[in-house]
């Protein structure tokens, strides 16, 4: 099971920092990544993971600004989140698929087995 946290209310330019803990099984066999869904949008991928945390992905929109990375002996996944603007303002999501260590590193919500509960991010301007 994974548990997304850290969503809250926030001022434009501000920070927050998500995290997506997983109990039962480990995450060193996953690739795990960040999700997104505003109201009448489609979920979209904003970073993602490998297993073993030395590949990283982010989308366009968030690069500079966020930065995913993880703790496998914490069993975590964390998403700093600086310079947040109203466009960010969503559903937040983690996800895990389990992968071999040399699979290509995919961002696609489709690829992503495992989700956790949302955790909602606003924006305020």
């Known amino acids: 099971q994974l548990q997304a946290s850290g969503g809250g209310l926030v001022q434009a330019g501000g920070s927050l920092r998500l995290s997506c803990a997983a109990s039962g099984d480990t995450l060193n066999n996953y690739a795990v990544g960040w999700f997104r869904q505003a109201p009448g949008k489609e979920r979209e991928g904003v970073a993602c993971i490998s297993r073993g945390g030395g590949r990283t992905n982010h989308a366009n929109s968030v690069e500079g600004r966020f930065t995913i990375s993880r703790d496998n002996a914490k069993r975590t996944v964390f998403l700093q989140m600086n310079g947040l603007t109203p466009e960010d303002t969503s559903v937040y999501y983690c996800?895990?698929?389990?992968?071999?260590?040399?699979?290509?590193?995919?961002?696609?919500?489709?690829?992503?087995?495992?989700w956790g509960q949302g955790t909602q991010v606003t924006v305020s301007s």
């Open positions: 996800a895990a698929r389990r992968v071999i260590l040399t699979a290509p590193l995919i961002c696609d919500p489709d690829e992503f087995d495992y």
